[in-house]
Every structure is written in C-alpha cells, then in structure tokens.
C-alpha cells in the first residue's frame, strides 16, 4: 500500500538557519509528490509539486524540494528560515492512477528568534 | 480569486446530535474532496466527487456519514448522529481536473461533546 514517512515529528531551527525536511514515500511507480504548509487555524498551502522533469523543484517562499527515486525521498529544503515559516508541513503522494493524495503525519516546524 | 469556502468555522455539539459542514469551491473546479484530519495527523480522503458524481466513497464511513454535491459546485458533508470520537478538522479541497494541485479550504472545526 501506498503511503508516506515524515519521520520528524519537531523540528527547531535558528532563524537565518538551513532548513531540510525529510519525506520518504512508498509506491510501486513514479507518483506525484507534493509539500503543504498548514499554519494554525488554516487549510493546507501548496509549496510545490513534482509531476515530471527536472528533479528539483522551486516553490513559493523560497523553498525547494529534490525528488530522488533511488531514495524514495522527496526532502523539501530552505536556506534560510524566517520567523513566519513556523507552522506544520506536510508531504503527500497522488496516487497517478486514482488522484489520491496520500498524506504524511506531519513535521512542526519551530523557529528559534 | 477565492479560495474554497468552508463554513462553519467551528462547531461544537453534543454526541448523538446531528451536524453539516458547507463547502464551496473555487470557481470552475470540476473535482471536490473532502478530508478528514485528526489532530497530530495528515488528512485522509474522506469523498472524491467530479461534478455531481462521487468517484471515489470507499473511505467514507457509510452508516453515520452522508455527502452530496447536487449541482456540481458546493458541497454538504453530513454526520448523523456525531460521536466523540468525530471530533477532528473536515477539510474541503478543489481541483481544477485529475491529476491537478488541490486547494485547501481553512477547515470545520467540530467538537464532540
């Protein structure tokens, strides 16, 4: 069965800090692949997506995310983390067969002033 | 543009009580989602519909839960009756077509009491 791995729960980071989020999926193909940040009180905000192509992949505020199929990873990375990125972030696989979007449990991301 | 529309924001009722959650989506968007998220966890499909039609129920807990998209645009979940343990985040997302980046609406609080 498809599903996906955020293996940290917290994270904490220095603002100015690199950031790096872990995601590690299970599918038998090549899926889509998506991040969502999710501040309190709100609905989930793409960052970005990979369907095709080039591997890395630009989103909005900076962030930028790596498809790696040898790993099953898709790490989503910033270099420099502001104060306003504090929320929680979540990777999620689209099944390409059923359009299911198949979502980790969660990184919270703190920020350190 | 707006976004997807949830309404209410919260709601808190008695167990056993009846409740509906409404959703409109952005303008022109064929497929409908509804999600449900448990605190700590991503969101699981709950319902899938393209216009009118649910394509996708399999995760929808049949006997207490009910849904409907008559006219293709705006949505109603319904729980009847509510039970403790359906206090969650019911999140309401759009797309424009499969496979496609889905918006997520703010969300329905509920509280079960």
């Known amino acids: 069965a498809q599903s996906v791995t955020q293996p940290d729960i917290h994270i904490t980071v220095s603002e100015g800090a690199s950031l790096e989020l872990r995601c590690n999926y299970s599918?038998?193909?090549?899926?889509?692949l998506f991040w969502y940040v999710q501040s309190p009180g709100q609905g989930l905000q793409l960052l970005l997506k990979?369907?095709?192509?080039?591997?890395l992949v630009q989103g909005i505020k900076g962030f930028e995310a790596e498809f790696k199929r040898s790993q099953s990873s898709f790490n989503l990375r910033k270099p420099s983390v502001h104060w306003s990125d504090a929320a929680e972030y979540f990777c999620a696989v689209g099944e390409r067969s059923s359009y299911k979007l198949i979502f980790g449990s969660g990184t919270r991301l703190l920020v350190r002033p | 543009e707006a976004g997807v529309v949830q309404s209410p924001r919260y709601k808190i009722i008695e167990k056993k009580q009846p409740v509906a959650f409404w959703c409109n989506p952005i303008?022109?968007?064929?497929?409908l989602y509804w999600y449900l998220q448990n605190l700590g966890q991503g969101p699981e499909l709950l319902i899938r519909y393209e216009n009118e039609e649910a394509v996708d129920d399999s995760q929808l807990p049949k006997d207490r839960f009910s849904a409907e998209r008559l006219k293709g645009v705006d949505s109603t979940l319904k729980i009847q009756p509510a039970e403790l343990g359906d206090s969650a985040v019911y999140l309401c997302?759009?797309?424009?077509?499969?496979?496609?980046?889905?918006?997520f609406g703010p969300g329905t609080r509920l509280t079960v009491l």
């Open positions: 303008s022109g968007h064929n497929t």
């Open positions: 599918y038998g193909a090549t899926p889509y």
């Open positions: 990979y369907f095709s192509g080039d591997t």
């Open positions: 997302a759009s797309s424009l077509s499969d496979p496609d980046t889905q918006y």
